[in-house]
Antibody, heavy 123, light 107 residues
């Protein structure tokens, strides 16, 4: 299994960015996927999750209304559109595979993680 | 949201020591508790699911237990390669929240 993120960078507050995650080594359309972020040197915060067919999507309250998760099963890719970025969104964004079909399955596990792509929001 | 609290936030131990990390949930999560290990510059890796189920390939020196609101991760016979930060995570109710992490250093 490989998850490779891209699209991070330095951006001013209020601007937008689109993150991508290329997945390989597993049947992408069979699993839920997530974005989890990590402020450098700090802990982990779940950001958003999407089920296998994009029919169930959820967001952390801190990003609801500003971030949009999506996936393209044909391209085996996961995306995160980040709009109205804030300084506090600065973090390493990991693409994460769920062991389940649905992102809110009780007992679910994040079984594979990408290395992450760094988003820095600063003026 | 369910709050997860780990203790200690960091510890230093010698090779061969037995190390215990605690994780407390703000409400009953039954056994829906996962443990992850993150080494510097690496992505997190799941060690244990369902409070005590060791993932394939994880060394048997790692074990975990607990239910309800109190959980522990134990490393029996600490090895140099165990230097990492460990996180607990509840998967009982969304959002799947993490503890703040416990950094394990080797003396």
């Amino acid at each position: 299994v490989q998850l490779v993120e891209s699209g991070g960078g330095l951006v001013q507050p209020g601007r937008s960015l689109r993150l991508s995650c290329a997945a390989s080594g597993f049947t992408f359309e069979d699993y839920a996927m997530h974005w989890v972020r990590q402020i450098p040197g700090k802990g982990l915060e779940w950001v958003s999750g999407i089920n296998w067919n994009s029919g169930s999507i959820d967001y952390a309250d801190s990003v609801k209304g500003r971030f949009t998760i999506s996936r393209d099963n044909d391209k085996k890719s996961l995306y995160l559109q980040l709009d109205s970025l804030r300084v506090e969104d600065t973090a390493l964004y990991h693409c994460v595979k769920d062991a389940s079909l649905n992102p809110n399955s009780r007992g679910g596990v994040f079984d594979y993680w990408g290395l992450g792509t760094l988003v820095t929001v600063s003026s | 949201d369910i709050q997860m609290t780990q203790s200690p936030s960091s510890l230093s131990a010698s090779v061969g020591d037995r190390v215990t990390i605690s994780c407390r949930a703000s409400q009953n999560i039954i056994n829906y508790l996962n443990w992850y290990q993150q080494k510097p510059g690496k992505a997190p890796k799941v060690l244990i699911s369902a409070a005590s189920r060791l993932q394939s390939g994880v060394p048997s020196r790692f074990s975990a237990s607990g239910s309800g609101t109190e959980f522990t991760l134990t490393i029996t016979g600490l090895q140099p390669e165990d230097s990492a930060t460990f996180y607990c995570q509840q998967s009982y109710r969304p959002p799947r929240t993490f503890g703040q992490g416990t950094k394990v250093e080797i003396k």
